[in-house]
């Protein structure tokens, strides 16, 4: 089935520097690769999100990158606020009737 | 922006009753989903549902779950004898058309077993 692989589990960078996670998958059949964002006590939200026929999409301070050759993707957020602090989620789709497969989570700390 | 409701945003149950977690899904959406999220740990996947009818579902959504959407605009997660490892926070999203559309997410429910 599909599984991913997010890392690092947790970063912590100084306010201003870039903040970049990775997704890592098995199933090649995957094609839809949304990011969630979930602050403490919420729910997650959809911050960004590519489809397989598109390497890199941005919004603002936030960009996505596919390499599906190699079966990985990454979330990169530029000159970062301590707003951006929380719990970021990568997630496949595509497989099937729309289930999502949720990474572990990276635990992204902005200092001030 | 149109949101999906959840309710009761906290369910306190004894162990052995049944809950029914209730969901207002996007008006236009037609792909509805719940996944549910223990403390601490990643989002995962429980069932989705179109067409008035299970599409998928995931290994933990056993025969104690239930979805139904009694009416045209509610959409409902029933666990018929819960227990302790059911505690966990419970999430309904929707989406629109087809599957592969951004899902929204509720604000949850907090089910807590006792």
């Known amino acids: 089935g599909e599984n991913v692989e997010q890392h690092p589990s947790t970063l912590s960078v100084q306010e201003g520097d870039s903040a970049v996670i990775k997704c890592t998958y098995s199933?090649?059949?995957?094609?839809?690769f949304p990011w969630y964002k979930q602050e403490l006590g919420k729910r997650p939200q959809l911050i960004i999100d590519i489809r397989s026929n598109v390497g890199e999409k941005k919004d603002q301070r936030i960009a996505v990158t596919l390499n599906k050759t190699a079966k990985h993707f990454s979330l990169h957020i530029t000159e970062t606020q301590p707003e951006d602090s929380a719990v970021y989620f990568c997630a496949l789709g595509g497989t099937s009737y729309g289930k999502l497969t949720f990474g572990q989570g990276t635990i992204l700390t902005v200092h001030p | 922006e149109p949101e999906v409701t959840q309710t009761p945003s906290h369910q306190v149950t004894q162990m052995g009753q049944e809950v029914i977690l209730r969901c207002v899904p996007i008006s236009n959406h037609l792909y509805f989903y719940w996944y549910r999220q223990i403390l601490g740990q990643k989002v995962e996947f429980l069932v989705s549902?179109?067409?008035?009818?299970?599409?998928?579902k995931s290994e933990i959504f056993d025969d104690q779950f239930s979805v139904e959407r009694p009416d045209g605009s509610n959409f409902t997660l029933k666990i018929r004898s819960t227990k302790l490892e059911d505690s966990a926070m419970y999430f309904c999203?929707?989406?629109?058309?087809?599957?592969?559309?951004?899902?929204?997410f509720g604000d949850g429910t907090r089910l807590s077993i006792l």
């Open positions: 199933d090649s059949a995957s094609n839809y």
């Open positions: 999203a929707s989406s629109e058309v087809t599957a592969y559309q951004p899902q929204h």
């Open positions: 549902f179109y067409n008035n009818e299970i599409s998928e």
